[in-house]
């Protein structure tokens, strides 16, 4: 394990101490369609994810982050490959969407009491896992006037010891606000990086003792620097898809306005040796001490850049300052 600077760790709901940068599991999933509409990172080699895992464990990692609905459950599988039921690594799963591990297509059904317990138990055979440590409901949009059935079901798992703590992953205040005072309802998964700050929501869960579970912390991959000067992603990327939420990338490229914003703080997040990554990562641990980020990897290489984060730490905060400054002018 390498040298970890002394402002990364938290302390989580369960007593756990850990490192505040985990690691995202979309990508490595792979395929996954919603018709014919492609809703992954382009092809994804096993063997590569499964290295990935393991640099991800020897450089400290112990959060990692997926769900139900990743390559129809491969991305779960690969963990389970990975790390079996370790009890040092939280592993953290969402339900609510499903993908037939057949076809890789999102399934129409309605969620139902029944359909949660199936797709928890399936989480806990492709995990290999007895216990499920976080899960989440992936369910973003979902009416929380209508979600009662929802968390009363994860209370019944809980009760059972069949899941140790749940949350929501969801972008709303009033989603989050509806259940956080169940004793069970411990994170919500939300967007949060330099250029979607999602203050009310941050701010929420700090209030309310929330942990914030971080997804798109890079923007999709922006805030790495890797598309710029017009660079397209490669074939069967979602990013090159015309989806309502696709905000950072259009037609396969990164979106002109967050790129010349990112060439304007560019220096600014590479200070003290930094890659961008680290910058953009520094930056939300230097934002928020309730969150982890969770950026997604396909190599072994993202890995190592990412969780380069923890030996950099957080942004300085005369940096931070000045990262607001530009970005405010």
Known sequence: MRKMHMAV??????????????????????????GAVSLNYGEVDDAAALAGLRVADEMGAR????????????????????????????????????????????????LTPALIRETVDQSRLNLQRDRLDLVLFHVNDFDPAEAGFVFDTLDELRDAGIIGAYGWSTDHVESARAFAGRDGFVAIE???????????????????????????????GLLTGK????????????????????????????TPEFATRLEAIRDLLCTGGRSLAQGALGWILAKAPHAIPVPGFKSETQVRDNLG??????????IMAEIDAVLDA
């Not at 995202?24 to 919603?34: E, F, K, V």
């Not at 390559?71 to 339900?95: M, N, P």
């Not at 999602?198 to 912390?217: H, T, V, W, Y």
């Not at 696709?246 to 490229?253: D, L, P, Q, T």
Request: with cysteine; net charge positive; aromatic share 10%.
């Open 63 to 110: 959060v990692f982050d997926t769900a139900a609905a990743y390559g129809g459950g491969h991305s779960e599988w690969l963990l389970g490959q990975a790390f079996g039921g370790r009890d040092d690594l939280v592993i953290v799963t969402k339900f609510g969407h499903r993908v037939d591990p057949g076809t890789r297509q999102f399934l129409d059904e309605r």
């Open 190 to 220: 939300n967007d949060h990086n330099i250029f979607d700050r999602a203050e009310p929501l941050m701010a929420f869960a700090k209030e309310a003792g929330l942990i914030s579970l971080n997804r798109l912390p890079l923007a999709m």
């Open 309 to 318: 984060t923890l030996e950099k730490g957080p942004l300085p905060d005369a």
């Open 227 to 254: 598309y710029r000067g017009g660079k397209a992603v490669g074939p069967g990327d979602l990013r090159a898809e015309k989806l309502d939420w696709m905000k950072y990338f259009r037609n396969g490229r990164a």
């Open 9 to 34: 760790q938290m302390t989580l709901w369960n007593g756990a101490r850990v490192p505040r940068v985990g690691v995202g599991c979309w990508a490595i999933g792979g395929r996954m369609m919603s």
